[in-house]
């Protein structure tokens, strides 16, 4: 199981992750986040991380903008996490691959919700619903899980990574979520706040043990 790190704020912190051949690390490109990568790390350190795929996370950012971080940065994957439209997803993936967030609440109708994202982008992801929506910091990272059942009569269509509150404790529960037929397209596990001892600085000892168990499926 391949295995995304999100909200990488520390130089090296991203360098153990490539050590531990992790296959993703997410940056954070929103300044309103508290692991907003450019407040820790400049564009060339980020450029010079060249074993790891790095994942660029932009909520409702401009086209020139997330261009400009992807040349700079020399980014992967682009990962849309606010409120883009289709059209916008379409544009940006004639320049670089991307993955749609999508933030799920409790009654969501999944396959409603990325219905006409399906041949815009190339991948999803599924992160939990805040509570408060329209605040600055609630677009990701709420450190809670969403209902895994919903996404269980899906037909996802396309990889995904499955977000949202992952921790260390939840080894089991993402092991059994992997025997559903929902998970055959299950591309990534996505963990963010639940592996950090502050917003932006991970505890490595538990991503290390984390994804040695995850490896292991
Ligand atoms: O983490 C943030 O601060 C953030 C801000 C804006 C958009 C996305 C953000 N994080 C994303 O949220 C998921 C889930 O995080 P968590 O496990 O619930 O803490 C994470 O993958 C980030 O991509």
Not at 53 to 79: P, T, Y
Not at 153 to 168: E, M, R, T
Request: proline content about 4%; some cysteine.
């Amino acid at each position: 199981m391949r295995l995304k790190v999100c909200g990488m704020t520390e130089p090296a912190q991203m360098d153990a992750l490539e050590k531990m051949d992790v296959t993703f690390g997410g940056l954070i490109f929103y300044p309103k986040s508290p692991r907003y990568a450019l407040r820790h790390m400049t564009t060339l350190q980020i450029k010079n991380f060249k074993t790891i795929n790095k994942v660029g996370v932009f909520v409702n950012a401009s086209i020139d903008e997330i261009k400009h971080m992807v040349d700079e940065c020399r980014l992967q994957l682009v990962q849309l996490h606010g409120d883009e439209t289709p059209k916008f997803c379409e544009k940006i993936a004639d320049y670089i691959s991307v993955v749609k967030a999508f933030r799920i609440a409790e009654n969501d109708d999944v396959s409603y919700k990325i219905r006409d994202y399906m041949d815009m982008c190339d991948m999803f992801l599924f992160d939990t619903q805040p509570l408060t929506q329209g605040a600055d910091n609630t677009y990701g990272g709420t450190g809670k899980k969403f209902n895994w059942d919903l996404l269980k009569n899906v037909d996802v269509g396309k990889p995904y990574f499955l977000s949202g509150g992952i921790g260390p404790d939840d080894v089991a529960d993402v092991h059994a979520f992997m025997q559903e037929p929902a998970a055959k397209a299950l591309f990534a596990l996505d963990v963010n706040s639940k592996f950090e001892t502050s917003p932006g600085v991970k505890d490595m000892h538990k991503v290390s043990q984390f994804y040695n168990d995850i490896k292991a499926f």
